[in-house]
């Protein structure tokens, strides 16, 4: 990951290839932008030519605005770049988005120093989580190509008022175990299916968490037929690569809390032998986001030591048609016996996360919280940058809701409409994974009726529907690059420090 350090000298003289400075619009009947930050500080001579230039090229102060002067006669760094705010006041999230629409579009420099308006410790973890997470790049599979991508800045010196004030120096630590937990999930994600089946993705979160205090537990397919995982199984049975389910069990001295996160881990979804159309199907290799950001919060949180019990479940499987895969109309026998008759083997996210869902009870967690890239009807609802959160209690779903919020994260409640549930009764089995009748509406809540018939009366549960916001098929902006980007750790980890705090 890219480096941050921390500086309180004037920005005018601080090392680097460029100097990121903010504007805001002037506002009123003026047009064109202002300094905003360290920036407005500077001194008369220096100040007045960066504000010429900028008005010359055309600076607005809006969000995403983005302008580079020669920093000649301005700072010691050769380069100047003048990002907008956008109109105050200016929350965490803009400043977020300005650091990172700042840092790629500097790549191809080397160091970037960073002079944005930072007022409190929360404000200055944003920027640093945006610079970092808009610092990434996805080339381990480049050989040739390489050379004519643009390398992201490889060091990030943030201008703060003290450099040596305990709570700068937490927000900075925060931020970089958040941002590289993140990041960590968006490799995951960005990794092509062929060189992440189910045991290497399960291997490389043991290898995330290695040296931390977070202790592992795999079953393969043998201890998965042994314990009855029917949900796990079938889905993975039509694959040449076995399923796993992996437990990362963070017990902290003292703490009291105990949160069980469940993430759907499909290494690739075909759709078995429902098979999907092939148009963009290559994004099916995302379909392990929730167990990417399972792994990755789990990272964040023990490195960050917070004071409360997590267990992660990661549910991995690769659904692949074949001739040994499940078909339409099987029974499976979810974990603990419940039988489900699979109407459609393209539901496959709801039947490894019934495995999941029913073992992490047996844990006795207080909150459960399953991340999952579930229906193609999440992104109809709410569009591809948000998540959709259902929970069986009001208050969890307004926590997690509030947790998104502070994260940076858009997320919005959804209902668990009662009349759905009828639509899931089998002829055969217990429960059917998808309704025969009322297709396609309601689809979202739909995936989180059946996940609930899995949760015991009592037990807390919410369920997140990232399939929109987990993969950016689009252009990047902002922190947000092309590709994975790790959806739902930042509000996974702000969730875990709230139960720490017992303000969940
Ligand atoms: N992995 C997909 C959902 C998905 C769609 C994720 C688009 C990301 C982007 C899931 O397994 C799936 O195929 N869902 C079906 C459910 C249907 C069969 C009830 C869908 O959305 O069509
Ligand atoms: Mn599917
Ligand atoms: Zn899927």
Known sequence: MTTLALNSADIATIAGDVLVVATVPAGGRKKGAVLAGPAAGLKAAPKRKLEEALAALGATGKAGDVVRVPGAGISAAPVVVAVGLGAGPWNDEALRRAAGNAVRSVAGSKRAVLALPVETAAGLDAVAQGALLGAYSFDSFRVDSKAAQKAPVTRITLAVADAKDASTVAAVARAKAIAGAVILARDLVNTPA????????????????????????????????????????????????PPRLARLAYRPEGATAHLALVGKG???DTGGISIKPSLNMHEMKGDMGGAAATAAAVVAIAKLGLPVNVTGYLCVAENMPSGKAQRPGDVIRAYGGKTVEVMDTDAEGRLVLMDGLVRAQEDKPDVIVDIATLTGAAVVALGSRTFGIMSNDDDLREAVHDASKRAGEAAWPMPFPEELRANLDSSV???????????????????????????KDGQRWAHLDIAGPSYNAGGPHGYTPKGGTGAAVRTLVQLAEDIADGAV
């Open 266 to 268: 499909i290494t690739f």
């Open 194 to 241: 062929g060189d992440l089946p189910p045991a290497a993705l399960v291997a490389a979160a043991a290898d995330a968490v290695d040296g931390l205090s977070v202790e592992v537990e795999v079953l393969d397919e043998k201890a998965l037929a042994a314990g009855g995982y029917g949900g796990i199984l079938g889905v993975g049975k039509g694959s040449a690569n």
């Open 429 to 455: 089995a217990d429960i059917m994974n998808i309704p025969l009748v009322g297709r396609p509406h309601g689809g979202m809540m739909t995936g989180g009726i059946f996940l609930a018939e899995f949760i």
